[in-house]
């Protein structure tokens, strides 16, 4: 009876999880809010620059609202952490005294990009949203708490055919003298045999 | 005398490992080309496929769970997006039919590595069908888009999703490098679709730097009102 009971249990664990597709919730006023603050290209620095958050992105964060409902309190957060980033942005390009029209964020000096990062992670918590930054490939992935991937900054067009690089030429290249040694080799014996019996 | 002594023991040494190690590994490079060259596509399958057998068994389990797409009818007028459920990434929620190019597969969301194998992909950076904007497709040249060089301008690009039909009229196909941005707009907030595989020109050899582009525009189906408030 308690295996049934357990597989049961198993059973409809494993079909709620794979309830994947989410109810599209539309998009509220804060969420609004938020996504103007995201799209907004208002002059930041005493040159008259700005930045801006590329529209991938934005529509990427735009797709996730559609899936969850914001509460004011949430806006609220998001907007101060968001205000509190653009002063850190602010800083850097005027310290920097940046004269042209849009400032590189990759400019930025690295104790003020981990800020940064952590407002976004701070950002993300908030609507239940995990942030990790993986400074080896410079790859952010962002996930809900299913684990299910909200946005990733890869680029908007992939690669859709096999690319054959100098490693795969070479391990091409290194199995084929495998297989070329090992036919060499019993073409050797087997002559060598011959000669015996003659 | 003793000079041409030298140069003929050296010349006896050098032939063993001439024999043994340069004159294999010469040939097996010349083979590795050949292969490469001549089965490019056929290799790439391969590949491809075996990257399939070799992807976790439970991650099959869960994804065949989690797609069983369910086609919506609805053909014109609008839908709520409330009415609606919104995708989940690396999940079916549509399929792409053009006929001139015989090419029907399924429509995902997200175009991770493991979603590209199984189908055509939306990067999740740009709005769902139907949604009033640009919505960018790919999906592997030697798979799902094997004859995406084949649709021309005019043509007509079905796609069905869970909550309607839509078709796009080709205004625009043409190969350009991955990076040139100006084939597409993602500002644009008219409905649009642009679907794009590699592009092989040259060798096996490499990246293939360039992708063939298909741009369409919307031409009919139930456009989602958004029901943005505030």
Same mark, same amino acid.
């Given at each position: 009876m308690k295996k049934i009971l357990c597989l049961v249990m198993a059973l409809a664990l494993t079909f709620s999880l794979c309830l994947t597709v989410n109810a599209a919730t539309g998009i509220n006023a804060n969420e609004k809010a938020v996504l103007d603050e995201l799209k907004s290209k208002e002059a930041l620095g005493k040159n008259g620059w700005s930045f801006f958050i590329p529209t991938e992105y934005v529509t990427a964060a735009e797709n996730y609202f559609n899936t969850i409902d914001m509460t004011d309190a949430q806006k609220d957060t998001i907007l101060g952490l968001i205000a509190e980033g653009k002063k850190i942005v602010k800083e850097q390009g005027d310290k920097a005294n940046f004269t042209g029209k849009v400032y590189n964020l990759k400019t930025m000096e690295i104790p003020a990009k981990e800020k940064v990062l952590e407002l976004g992670q701070k950002a993300c918590k908030e609507v239940g949203l995990t942030l990790t930054y993986s400074s080896k490939d410079n790859k952010v992935i962002i996930k809900d708490a299913k684990g299910v991937v909200a946005f990733e900054n890869t680029p908007i067009v992939k690669t859709t055919g096999e690319s054959f690089n100098v490693t795969s030429a070479v391990v091409i290249t290194a199995i084929s003298v495998v297989i070329l040694a090992g036919v060499a080799y019993l073409v050797i014996v087997a002559k060598k045999k011959a000669l015996f019996v003659k | 005398m003793k000079f041409r002594e030298n140069i003929t023991r050296i010349m006896k040494n050098f032939k063993k490992p001439m024999r043994l190690i340069i004159t294999p590994l010469a040939f097996a490079f010349i083979l590795a080309l050949a292969v490469l060259l001549v089965l490019n596509f056929a290799v790439g399958d391969i590949i491809g496929y075996g990257s399939i057998l070799f992807m976790r068994t439970e991650d099959y389990g869960q994804y065949d769970a989690d797609n069983m797409f369910e086609p919506s009818s609805k053909e014109s007028g609008t839908v709520n997006i409330k009415d609606i459920k919104f995708p989940s990434y690396e999940r079916v929620y549509g399929e792409i039919e053009i006929h001139s190019a015989n090419i029907h597969c399924p429509l995902i969301y997200g175009d991770s590595t493991r979603a590209l194998w199984r189908g055509a992909c939306q990067y999740i950076g740009s709005t769902i069908i139907g949604y009033g904007g640009t919505t960018m497709v790919a999906a592997h040249v030697n798979r799902h888009? %094997?004859?995406?060089?084949?649709v021309e301008v005019g043509d007509f690009i079905k796609v069905t999703t869970t909550y309607g039909v839509y078709l796009y009229k080709v205004s625009y196909t043409g190969v350009h490098f991955a990076?040139?941005?100006?084939?597409?707009?993602?500002?644009? %907030?008219?409905e649009n679709l642009v679907l794009y595989t590699c592009y092989y020109?040259?060798?096996?050899?490499?990246?293939?730097k360039k992708r063939f582009f298909v741009c369409a525009d919307y031409f009919s189906g139930p456009l989602i009102d958004k029901g943005v408030t505030g």
């Open positions: - | 888009f %094997k004859n995406l060089n084949q990076y040139d941005n100006s084939v597409y707009d993602m500002n644009r %907030k008219d020109e040259q060798t096996a050899l490499g990246n293939v």
